[in-house]
């Protein structure tokens, strides 16, 4: 069965970095769409990156030039590097992956089904 564990999240000042990496296993259909969504308190899922089995990718424009999702498919990982991070950034972050069309993070977010137990990502002023 598809399972999906993130690490790396933390608190970071606004202007930091951080890096979120996701191991995947129980799925080997290339045909999976992979990426993430968010969750900040008392609001949405947002979903902000995925990327297509031929490593297009495609953001939300919320994180769209500081955010950068990639995957390494022989250590089966997905990994989203977030570059000068904003207060507004800060939410619990999910990694997600399923068959779904278009591969794009809102239609991951609304229609998925697997996704992992989050990180905590909090960014300070």
């Known amino acids: 069965h598809v399972q999906l564990v993130e690490s790396g999240g933390g608190s970071v000042q606004a202007g930091g970095s951080l890096r979120l990496t996701c191991a995947t296993s129980g799925y080997t259909d290339t045909n999976f769409c992979e990426g993430w969504f968010r969750q900040a308190p008392g609001k949405e899922r947002e979903g902000i990156a995925a990327?297509?089995?031929?490593?297009?990718?495609t953001y939300a424009d919320s994180v769209k030039g500081r955010f950068t999702i990639s995957k390494d498919g022989a250590k089966n990982t997905l990994s989203l590097q977030m570059d000068r991070l904003e207060t507004e950034d800060t939410a619990m972050y999910y990694c997600?992956?399923?068959?779904?069309?278009?591969?794009?993070?809102?239609?991951?977010?609304?229609?998925?089904?697997?996704w992992g137990q989050g990180q905590q990502v909090t960014v300070s002023s």
């Open positions: 990327i297509n089995n031929d490593g297009s990718t």
């Open positions: 997600a992956v399923d068959r779904v069309i278009p591969c794009d993070p809102v239609a991951l977010t609304l229609t998925g089904n697997y």
